[in-house]
């Protein structure tokens, strides 16, 4: 989509793009190589993605880099990602924040080791001034989780009477999950081939616009989120209203 001058018109690219990274592993199998090699190629499309989504004056990048399940692969593999993590947010913070380019967490951090979760602290501090693109990194996060805390949140403060059950609403459960300050995604991309959420922010994708590539990965590129986003604004997003509604909204 071009303005009168020519130029790209950005104004209804999604201001939140949520993605599950999939397809590491197959990608390292496919060169013969064992599975955990494909994780720094993952790391390296990371930055594509990221530099892209900055260019584009995307507002928010979510990246599910971790689930609550992924704790279940083999040791070897679990230790090499979180040595793989460290050292990435070790090397990259500084670019991060070079580029205006706010950086969170989202998920437990308990179950990762001291050091790690010192250095997430440190990078979001880091960063928290800038206001270019947020990068929320999901890190042994889970859906279901993010939703039981939000209810026994919600339940507390019903038991310790500062809320009524009968005030309780969509907003109030929003504001209890995770980044409840940043707009839900606009479009959700899965590499890989699979077609599922995998527990990924189950609350906030209840109006997103879903894209699947049989691409893995490494091999995502800045091209292959021009064509998402492109897909993308080939939808008519209706929020429950008809096609007239929308198109009388619009004009």
Excluded at 116 to 122: A, D, F, L, R
Aim: include cysteine.
């Amino acid at each position: 989509m071009q303005n009168k001058q020519g130029e790209t018109d950005k104004s209804h690219y999604p201001k939140h793009i949520a993605i599950i990274m999939d397809g590491n592993g197959r990608w390292a199998q496919q060169r013969h190589l064992p599975r955990v090699m494909g994780h720094p190629a993952g790391v390296k499309a990371v930055k594509r993605v990221v530099k892209f989504c900055a260019e584009q004056d995307i507002q928010v990048l979510t990246l599910f880099a971790f689930s609550s399940e992924n704790w279940r692969r083999p040791k070897e593999e679990v230790s090499k990602l979180m040595g793989l993590f460290m050292g990435t947010m070790q090397k990259e913070v500084d670019r991060l924040d070079k580029n205006n380019i706010r950086l969170r967490f989202i998920g437990e951090r308990a179950d990762f080791s001291e050091k790690i979760q010192q250095k997430m602290v440190e990078s979001e501090q880091q960063t928290e001034k800038n206001t270019g693109l947020t990068l929320v990194i999901a890190a042994n996060y889970g859906g279901h989780r993010d939703l039981t805390l939000a209810m026994r949140s919600l339940a507390q403060q019903v038991k310790d009477g500062a809320i009524m059950p009968e005030e309780i609403d969509e907003t109030m459960i929003a504001s209890a999950l995770s980044i409840p300050d940043l707009p839900d995604p606009d479009l959700f991309i899965r590499t890989g081939g699979e077609k599922r959420i995998s527990n990924f922010l189950l609350w906030q994708l209840a109006y997103t616009e879903f894209h699947f590539t049989n691409k893995l990965w490494p091999d995502f590129d800045a091209q292959t989120m021009q064509d998402a986003i492109g897909d993308f604004l080939t939808r008519e997003r209706r929020f429950g209203r008809t096609s007239e509604q929308v198109q009388s909204m619009t004009n």
